[in-house]
């Protein structure tokens, strides 16, 4: 049985992935080291945390010696490395974290994966050919769009805020040490997902909790903001071919062809919102979700437009999204509200 570290799946993303991962394979254990922050959720793996192929690990990955620990006692075969702060406004806020976690935590990271699978550079330890080091990034290390075009693998970094920053830091670090060191590494660059398990912070579930309590729904400047939209589950299954199947070394950005505005967004779910759960059955006086809709000042640097040409994963591994905007925030919604009974 292979040792598979995934740090930060008690996130959002993280914890999906590692439900995927075992449910699909018998042959993969699963150590989810995981700080545990406020953007986590161990519940959410409730389901999982008997299996003896799954271990919580809580722990920071900047703690090195409890990372060269972790690869060397448990024989470490892979790592899919989601832990970061993600939050843009808290970027602006208070950005010295996101360097330490998504800067120093990678090349922790990175640094004991070489020290373990590597004798010296291009020259990986007997036993540890295949070994692999998956990063998860995000489409907005390349900045912003203008009404046309799409992001690239080969798209120029223009991170524009503090988050999309250390995020392309964190590339750059996995890039020079497959370059320098031979380390057999992947880069993803994902589009904005949504789905189960999101943090109560982000736009979907804000917009959803805010509905579902009477309260005004902030819309940041004009509601006009474009984002490509992937259902997190889809996600995953991109990460796992990519983890798989991708050529050492490459980036693959996995996106859903999903463009939808701020505006698109919140009228999608407040429409479902009125079938699903109306106004009245919640005792509310309004009698629509979307009269709770507000404008409010914009936030400093807000990139305009994201989109992912997914072209690459399509092709050459065989990666296709399986929901469409409309399926996937309906179960979304769906599973939002299953949370609330």
Same mark, same amino acid.
């Given at each position: ?109 990175? #640094? ?34 203008? #009404? ?174 399986? #929901? ?18």
């Amino acid at each position: 049985m292979k040792t598979l570290i995934v740090t930060g799946g008690a996130g959002f993303i993280g914890s999906n992935f590692i439900l995927y991962m075992l449910e699909k394979y018998q042959d993969y254990k699963i150590l989810n080291l995981d700080k545990l922050t406020y953007a986590a959720n161990k519940e959410y793996l409730n389901s999982v945390a008997t299996d003896p192929r799954y271990e919580l690990v809580v722990g920071d990955i900047l703690d090195r010696d409890l990372v060269m620990c972790l690869f060397s006692e448990r024989d470490v075969a892979g790592v899919v490395h989601f832990a970061a702060e993600s939050h843009v406004d808290n970027s602006i806020s208070g950005p010295a974290i996101f360097i330490e976690t998504n800067v120093k935590g990678t090349l922790t990271l990175l #640094e004991a994966a070489r020290a373990h699978w590597m004798d010296a550079p291009f020259t990986p330890k007997a036993g540890k050919e295949n070994c692999r080091f998956l990063h998860v990034s995000t489409d907005e290390v390349y900045g912003s769009l203008g #009404e046309t075009g799409l992001f690239r693998e080969d798209t120029p970094y223009a991170p524009n805020s503090p988050y999309s920053a250390s995020k392309a830091g964190s590339d750059f670090l996995v890039r020079a040490w497959h370059h320098t060191y031979g380390l057999n590494t992947i880069i993803t660059n994902c589009s904005n997902n949504y789905g189960p398990h999101q943090h109560a912070e982000k736009l979907i579930p804000t917009i959803i909790r805010k509905a579902l309590a009477g309260e005004k729904i902030p819309i940041y400047g004009d509601g006009k903001n474009v984002r490509d939209w992937l259902y997190v589950r889809d996600h995953c299954a991109g990460i796992d071919l990519a983890f798989h199947k991708g050529a050492p070394g490459e980036t693959y950005n996995i996106g859903g062809r999903n463009e939808r505005n701020n505006l698109q967004i919140v009228g999608t779910i407040t429409e479902l919102l009125q079938q699903l759960a109306p106004p009245q059955s919640r005792q509310l006086s309004i009698a629509h979700y979307k009269d709770l809709i507000t404008f409010v000042t914009d936030r400093p640097g807000h990139d305009r437009r994201y989109a992912i040409d997914a072209t690459k994963i399509e092709t050459q591994l065989g990666w296709k999204a399986q #929901e469409n905007f409309e399926t996937g925030i309906r179960k979304t919604v769906e599973w939002y509200l299953a949370q609330r009974r």
